[in-house]
């Protein structure tokens, strides 16, 4: 069921969870790397204890976390690469559906079910990213900013993304689409702790700046 496959998980002040995170992913992924993006608190001390730890001196972004961390998977012989996120809002049980479907795919997008839980400023963010995202590279997703991913190792360069910060989601996307690479979609469940992490309605408007940007540089 494994196939080689490595979860990678970008990190930054997440002492506090990081441990169970790891904890449950363990079982369902052959390795795992956990890329500090300049932590100031124990995250690298924790996750050192169950995986592979690598470190930025300073916090660069989660984009290029995730870059460094894929990069190091792939370069060290993955075949399968699955990225989540170290705050627990993502279930590692799911872990074997993303690897069902990469038998017909190339990259496993999960997408959020939209519930009440969800803030109405992200609902609205994530729909206009998306209809944006339709309309530029053709592809439609539900849920374009969902950080939970699975895609072949051996596609990776072609995904391999510039952004540095949360764009670099819609960025794989882009890429997708450039490459014309098979994807599916699977419903996942999301668990919201802090309110207000993760995209601002900032993040939102230069993703989609940056969207048309991508589109015009192809």
């Not at 795919?105 to 209809?131: E, T």
């Not at 794989?172 to 098979?182: E, F, Q, S, T, W």
Request: net charge positive.
């Amino acid at each position: 069921m494994k196939q080689n496959t490595w979860a990678v998980i970008a990190a930054y002040n997440e002492g506090q969870r990081i441990g169970k995170v790891l904890e449950k992913t363990k079982g369902f992924v052959d390795k795992i790397v956990v890329v500090d993006d300049g932590s100031s608190d124990n995250t690298y001390e924790i996750a050192s204890r169950n995986a592979v730890t690598l470190q930025h001196v300073v916090n660069l972004g989660k984009g290029a976390a995730l870059k460094t961390g894929c990069d190091y998977a792939a370069r060290e012989g993955a075949s399968i690469i699955v990225v989540l996120d170290a705050d627990g809002q993502h279930e590692p049980r799911e872990i074997p559906r993303f690897i069902s479907e990469l038998k017909d795919a190339d990259v496993v997008f999960g997408y959020r079910r939209l519930n009440k839980k969800m803030p109405a400023v992200l609902r609205f963010g994530n729909w206009f990213i998306n209809s944006v995202c339709g309309v530029l590279f053709g592809i439609s997703l539900k849920d374009t900013q969902s950080g939970y991913r699975a895609f072949r190792a051996d596609v990776y360069r072609k995904i391999r993304w510039s952004a540095v910060d949360y764009s670099m989601e819609s960025e794989m996307i882009a890429k997708v689409g450039n490459n014309h690479l098979r994807y599916r979609e699977i419903p996942i469940e999301t668990i919201y702790g802090d309110r207000y992490k993760g995209t601002t309605v900032w993040d939102g408007i230069k993703i989609v700046f940056s969207m048309i940007w991508w589109k015009i540089a192809k």
